[in-house]
């Protein structure tokens, strides 16, 4: 038995992408300065560098320039810039009931301030009911959030489609990719996205504590920075700068993050992106053979059963076990690592029929080796007892 058999790649991405931990240590020992606040050469490389990620987060998700590249502490952050930022009170606002609480609950804070949302339905298998959507998505909603793959169950949504719909009808769309950024292609400017919000430590293989919020320079036009202070620049100025990204980036910049994620944005660029992405497709679809074999004997896996529909995050319901006692025995037992409850997105459960009991997740990455795989279902035949 390995010490590690890691199963919670939707939480957060383990191992990281080679050079991550490295570039975050050399950031600490050896740069002197900070974005935008020194006159000194130490002060302007961290610029340069940071600079530099910006385009190439630009170039991987097809945003329209660096500057519409606003580094945030987190997709949770980068979804309440857009939310709180644009937002007000008679404004109505599209969500799926698929989205995890960074939007949810945003909304929620929003509707107590006389903002109207309405929830685009979902399949019980996590899809977007596209027809519904197109009935519901009516000229005069300000603005349509959608999570790109759901965290509790992988499906991938139809954002094209979306998209389409939200640009006939002159409504800002707003991608959630926190799962799905990294081995889904994704190119806002082909999508029709007007804001994609990101972290840099899922999928992208990044550290924590860091993401962006991509921009079409309407959307940001439209938006009121959600925190103010500080930027290193137009230092005369009372209100924040007009311009992009110092606009929205309040607060001396997460440094080490940012040259750990350059670190991740390097690795991913010496990839063949393809076939990753093939290479996880065959993963989920292993992943969901082997769990599948276990439905005669009760065990519910919950999501499209689809590789094309969905990336490779998979919940299941055990029969006669509790989800909690199942994960903590996988890990104490077999050291698999999971995540079971609601996975902060009660309605995804709600929608899938797992409220309020929750499921079990396991969610594979890049690394994740195949016969870990068939590992995991050695060990949920045990917790079965079949
Ligand atoms: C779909 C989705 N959206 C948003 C978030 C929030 O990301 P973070 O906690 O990194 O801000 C998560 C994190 O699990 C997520 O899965």
Same mark, same amino acid.
């Given at each position: 038995m390995k010490d590690i058999y890691y199963f919670d790649n939707a939480s957060t991405s383990f191992?990281? @992408?080679?050079g991550v931990a490295e570039a975050m240590a050399r950031c600490l020992a050896e740069v002197v300065g900070s974005v935008g606040r020194g006159s000194h050469t130490g002060a302007y490389a961290a610029a340069s560098r940071t600079l530099e990620i910006r385009e190439a987060l630009c170039r991987f998700f097809g945003?329209? @320039?660096?500057?519409n590249v606003v580094l945030t502490p987190g997709c949770t952050y980068a979804l309440n810039l857009v939310l709180k930022g644009l937002l007000r009170p008679g404004d109505r606002a599209a969500a799926s009931v698929m989205e995890h609480n960074a939007v949810l609950r945003p909304l929620r804070q929003l509707e107590r301030r006389g903002v109207e949302t309405v929830r685009l339905p979902c399949g019980p298998d996590g899809l977007l009911d596209l027809e519904q959507a197109e009935a519901l998505l009516t000229p005069g909603l300000r603005l349509c959030v959608l999570t790109h793959v759901s965290n509790v169950c992988g499906a991938l949504q139809p954002i094209e489609a979306v998209g389409r719909l939200c640009r006939e009808r002159g409504i800002f769309f707003c991608v959630d990719a926190a799962q799905s950024a990294g081995p889904v292609p994704l190119n806002m400017g082909a999508l029709g996205i007007d804001a994609l919000a990101l972290p840099a430590h899922k999928s992208l293989l990044g550290p924590q504590g860091l993401g962006a919020l991509l921009l079409t320079d309407a959307l940001a036009g439209a938006l009121e920075p959600l925190v103010a202070g500080g930027t290193g620049s137009q230092s005369d100025l009372l209100d924040m700068p007009p311009f992009l990204p110092d606009r929205f980036e309040a607060g001396t910049l997460n440094l080490p993050g940012i040259y750990g994620l350059g670190a991740a944005l390097d690795w991913w660029a010496a990839q063949d992106a393809a076939a990753l992405r093939r290479r996880e497709q065959k993963l989920t679809g292993h992943l969901l053979a082997r769990l599948r074999e276990l439905e005669p004997d009760g065990l519910r896996v919950l999501g499209p059963l689809d590789p094309e529909r969905q990336i490779g995050v998979v919940a299941v319901d055990f029969p006669g076990l509790d989800n909690a006692e199942a994960a903590f025995r996988l890990d104490r037992d077999f050291h698999i690592q999971t995540r079971c409850g609601l996975h902060c997105a009660p309605l995804a459960h709600q929608t899938l029929g797992t409220f309020p009991q929750g499921a079990v997740r396991f969610s594979v990455g890049p690394f994740t080796p195949f016969e870990d795989i068939d590992y995991l279902q050695a060990a949920v035949c045990e917790l079965m007892g079949v």
């Open positions: 191992p990281k @992408a080679p945003a329209p @320039a660096a500057r």
